[in-house]
């Protein structure tokens, strides 16, 4: 003969006719021939009817809303049953709202409804439930068996004590071999949430009370497995509202399921689960709506993939902190904080206490901080007036992060894991505490950083602990290159290195596009264009999703308003990344900013691709300063523009023909005299000298622009249309320089000794290292102390949006690298 199996449907199961048409569709796929199945009270009913005990002890009448509750009864009982057994139904139904009636009259004369009073109208939910849909199952079955409906308050009797509702397990036992059915096959349908106590009045089970009814029937029944049929896929590793990655739990050990339940876990209710631990009944967690899916196995000896199986936390918290050197070695101390909190009925959710005595932590529910801080002084009231005991100290607003697994305990790196996803996140931990079964580690952090420290730690555990949430700004020229790039590349870096790189949102000057959990690549061009107008504060507080441990946002714009933003993003923990050079060569004030939030806020800022695009000339920069050499001179072709115009000219054409066609080409800005003005190589200048730690401005550098005073503040097509102005000085220049054997070269240099900036055009000698150089090439001499007589050369492309997109995807991957991946 089968054992029996229980079947518990909760209210969003059979909310309606759709849902427990669905629950019949359930169990007619069930192979066990003896079912228990236990139902709660239709989804609100039970709010519903205590609401009209509220209202009557208000003197509020409340027919009509009884009724409501009424017809929708009757209207799922229409919709599955026959005529005959509708009319049945309905005929019980009204009976049972006359009672309801009766007893609404008495609580509106009154004013007043007990305890009894209210059990007994809350409990006409699940015997509504009930009876329905054993009406409709019997008719609809094809399983083997009759189909039988059990009132539970004629099995389970308990009574209530401080802890809540205890079975009378000899009395229940009795209770359920009488009712039980004998045969080796029958479904009973049971009221969940009702009992009997003591004197045989009907009583409830308390919050989750169905879930308690159906783990009582299982160990009642000796059933082989418990299943609670919800509306999720099963126990998820987060709250999913807070941690949308969440995802679901294969399996949980007993134990496990209790610890992520006592710290806010959506779980089952640790008592609920009491009787099935006794017995050792498995009890799965399964989804009405997708009954499919296998959901979550909560057994003795689990198996499962995850070391960790839940990350959770208490809100509404507040930590106590006892602090005294009084406290040393003097015994029975934290016995008369904890025994004076007991006696005030104050519930203590979490202790720690340092190994030399010198202090007691613990927290508290938030509405209980003030009175545990009277409550704790007057205990101590002598060894503080003494100085014994120097502080009680509270701190408001805290939430308890628990990271919840068996397999933590023995498994080294589990808690360097947590408290390094915290320490990256910038979450500051409060205080730790863990048992010696390691089951549990738990830290108190600020309630405001709760989602962030939630979402940092679960990613650590079920993400890629390398998830990073990008925005970019800018989709320009370069913008967009770096987004083909990133689009040929993610795939690879998540398969090879476990690098989740999450491109989150793209801002133009005047749109924005927003995506969740990420936006596809290929389609972003045509989605900005119809995009909500830009909101750089919406943008960044998307991108900076809690849920995810790591931002960054990208600047591919040349927008000082969104320079002006850098300091506000990195205090906030927001990398940047950014080929945009305002921020580090405009006001000296703004790169201050910067460079001081980045430091207090530990945020990463990378700005390689400023100077010579793709090249390495910043780290090169650094790596010479940071191993000690001593830079004295830096110069260099710093304009990949002017680095093409001087290398095809060879006075042939009109200089404003190449200029012309360069243009055309795309190696000038759409106005030609952002790069002949040189005010492109200042700012790189600019930033060359403040990484050598000078503190220079624009106004320092000696600027020779090749734009003529009366061609500055014309149109651009004004400007293209008197061009050939610049030809004959040109021409002149180019001629003098090849009488002497020379080529030209607008050329940036620095003197660190005397602080001289200079910007311009230069003849060199053709054997001179800038005189060689292919195209479009930056070209940087470093002359130190170690490079004196042979100063270090970097030299490549400097210009082009690929190769630029190129250094700013790989000042991302470095990002990543700072982060720990590893690549």
Known sequence: MDQWRVHKFGGSSVADAACMERVGRILETETSARLAVVLSACRGVTDALLGLLTAAERQIHVAAELDAVRQRHVAIAEALLDRSEAEAFVGQLDGDCRDILGILHAVHLTRSASPAIRDVVAGFGEIWSTRLFARYFAGITRRPGAVHWVDAREVIEVEWRALGPAVRWPESRANAERVTPKEAAATLIITGFIARDVRGLQTTLGRNGSDFSGSIFGDLLDADEIHIWTDVDGVLSADPRRVPDATVIDSLSYQEAMELAYFGAKVIHPQTMAPAVMRGIPIRIRNTFAPERPGTLICARPVSSHAVKGITSIEGTALVNVEGAGMIGVPGTAQRVFGALREHGISVILISQGGSEHSICFAVPQEEADRTEQIVRATFDA????????????????????????????????????????????????????????????????????????????????????????????????????????????????????????????????????????????????????????????????????????????????????????????????????????????????????????????????????????????????????????????????????????????????????????????????DPRDDLSGTDVARKLIILGREMGLQLELGDVTLESLVPPTLASCSVEEFLDRLPELDAPMLKRYEAARADGRVLRYVGALDAATRRATVGLVALEESHPFSRINLTDNVVRFITSRYDQNPLVVQGPGAGPAVTAGGVFADLLRVCAYLGAKL
Request: glycine residues 8%; proline residues 4%; positive net charge.
């Open 383 to 670: 060894e503080l007036r003494l100085g014994q005991i120097q502080n009680v100290d509270v701190v408001r607003d805290c939430s308890i992060l628990s990271v919840v697994g068996d397999a933590m305990a023995g498994t080294p790196g589990v808690a360097a894991k947590v408290f390094g996803a915290l320490g990256a996140a910038g979450i500051n931990v409060r205080a730790i505490a863990q048992g010696s079964s390691e089951r549990n580690i738990s830290v108190v952090i600020d309630e405001r950083q709760a989602t962030r420290a939630l979402g940092s730690v679960h990613a650590s555990f079920y993400l890629s602990p390398h998830t990073i949430s990008i925005g970019l700004i800018g989709p320009g020229v370069v913008g967009s290159a770096l987004l083909d790039q990133l689009a040929s590349q993610t795939a690879r870096l998540t398969r090879d290195f476990h690098v989740d790189l999450r491109l989150r949102g793209i801002a133009s000057s005047r749109r924005m596009l927003l995506g969740d959990p990420h936006l596809q690549l290929t389609e972003w061009r045509t989605l900005l264009a119809s995009g909500p107008s830009t909101d750089l504060q919406r943008f960044e507080a998307h991108i900076h999703a809690q849920h995810l441990p790591h931002a960054v946002l990208i600047d591919c714009s040349a927008s000082a308003a969104v320079a002006e933003q850098y300091p506000r993003w990195l205090a906030a923990g927001i990398h940047v990344v950014t080929p945009n050079k305002r921020a580090n060569s405009s006001d000296w004030a703004l790169y201050t900013r910067v460079q001081e939030a980045r430091r207090r806020a530990g945020s990463h800022y990378l700005y390689e691709a400023t100077v010579g695009a793709g090249l390495p000339i910043i780290q090169t920069l650094r790596d010479l300063r940071e191993t000690g050499d001593q830079i004295r001179r830096i110069e260099g072709i710093l304009s990949g523009t002017l680095s093409y115009l001087f290398n095809v000219w060879d006075g042939r054409q009109p200089f404003s023909a190449l200029v012309r066609d360069a243009k055309a080409n795309g190696y000038t800005e759409p």
